[in-house]
């Protein structure tokens, strides 16, 4: 089973970027769909965007589209988010997820493997 770890959270102001990492170990991640998700307290883990492991297709939930970007580097093993015009209610913590699905998904129960997380916080 493939290990997880994220990186890269912190504390930034309204309208600035924050790029995160999830650094891959155990399997290589070209073997997997990857995805992101956060939560706050007291609510659902959510889907924020995934890419597929055949194409590089990718998905994004609609209140990150056109801010965030996922991209996957293969040969470093390692998934990243990169945020960018960062809002105070994307604060909560982002989980890196692995699955076995070709394509993406937004499903949580797609995804068999999690990090720990990375708390982002953002300051209006």
């Known amino acids: 089973q493939v290990q997880l770890v994220e990186s890269g959270g912190g504390l930034v102001q309204a309208g600035g970027s924050l790029r995160l990492s999830c650094a891959a170990s155990g399997r290589p991640i070209s073997v997997y769909a990857m995805g992101w998700f956060r939560q706050v307290p007291g609510k659902e883990r959510e889907f924020v965007s995934a890419i597929s492991r055949s194409d590089g297709g990718t998905d994004y939930a609609d209140s990150v589209k056109g801010r965030f970007t996922i991209s996957r580097d293969n040969a470093k093993n390692t998934v990243y988010l990169q945020m960018n015009s960062l809002k105070p209610e994307d604060t909560a913590l982002y989980y890196c997820?692995?699955?076995?699905?070709?394509?993406?998904?937004?499903?949580?129960?797609?995804?068999?493997?999690w990090g720990q997380g990375t708390q982002v916080t953002v300051s209006s």
């Open positions: 997820a692995a699955g076995s699905r070709w394509g993406t998904s937004r499903s949580v129960a797609d995804f068999g493997s």
